[in-house]
């Protein structure tokens, strides 16, 4: 079945920098543009990034632009988000989710289950 | 682009049905707006995609209506399960995709 699962998530002090992956299977990972969407506890949900299928096309919300770098390596089904500088208003719980259609400006259809991320000394 | 969605909370009993609001803060030309319900402790899930196209599996007593700025998210006939958090998001404004703050659905 079509399924994403995260991981990577941690507790990180201030400044520091962590990796997610998100290992996707049960469809053609190749054909599909790729979000990060994220959610501070209690919060609700904020878009962070988005790349191209092919990875020519890479976007990312205000709040995390110059700090997060997204990429995918199509030859292992991944998607990675580098994050660098963190800070503590960037604890959150961490999704991958797959767009409806393959370019990506479309609904969210698949989400994986997250993975925690907490910045603070 | 900001959504809003009212009411921030909604209790209603099983059986009646719940109507959540959400407005853009500009018109989406093309109806690029979707509906997410998220239980504790759980992803979101997909519930209504095009303003109004139901998700694969999603019951028909979910349903989705509206364009331009203003779009209702209609739960009829409540059930327990039905409690959750629910959010609309735009993919209108590409890149620049939002989701609204939520709305609590809770059961009286």
């Given at each position: 079945q079509?399924?994403?699962v ?11 920098s962590l ?13 599909f543009g790729?979000?990060?969407v ?9 878009w962070?990034?988005?790349?191209r ?16 770098t997204?990429?995918?390596d199509?030859?292992?089904n ?33 989400w ?10 | ?7 921030a909370?909604l ?9 959540l ?10 109806s ?5 319900q998220q ?6 899930r997909?519930l209504?995609?095009?303003?109004s ?8 007593r979910?349903?989705g ?10 739960i ?12 609309c998001?735009?993919y209108?404004n ?14 009286k």
């Amino acid at each position: 079945q079509v399924q994403l699962v995260e991981s990577g998530g941690g507790v990180v002090q201030p400044g520091g920098s962590l990796r997610l992956s998100c290992a996707a299977s049960g469809f053609t990972f190749s054909g599909f543009g790729m979000h990060w969407v994220r959610q501070a506890p209690g919060k609700g949900l904020e878009w962070v990034s988005f790349i191209r299928y092919d990875a020519y096309n890479k976007y990312y919300g205000d709040s995390v632009k110059g700090r997060f770098t997204i990429s995918r390596d199509n030859s292992k089904n991944t998607l990675y988000l580098q994050m660098n500088t963190l800070r503590p208003e960037d604890t959150a719980v961490y999704y991958c989710a797959k767009p409806l259609s393959g370019g990506g400006q479309d609904a969210f259809d698949i989400w994986g289950q997250g993975t925690m991320v907490t910045v603070s000394s | 682009m900001v959504m809003m969605q009212s009411p921030a909370t909604l209790s209603v009993s099983p059986g009646e049905s719940a109507t959540l609001s959400c407005r853009a803060s500009q018109s989406l030309s093309t109806s690029k707006l979707a509906w997410y319900q998220q239980k504790p402790g759980q992803a979101p899930r997909l519930l209504i995609y095009a303003a109004s196209t139901r998700a694969t599996g999603v019951p028909a007593r979910f349903s989705g209506s509206g364009s331009g700025t203003e779009f209702t998210l209609t739960i009829s006939s409540l059930q327990s399960e039905d409690v959750a958090v629910y959010y609309c998001q735009q993919y209108n404004n590409w890149p620049r995709i939002t989701f609204g703050q939520g709305t609590r659905l809770e059961i009286k």
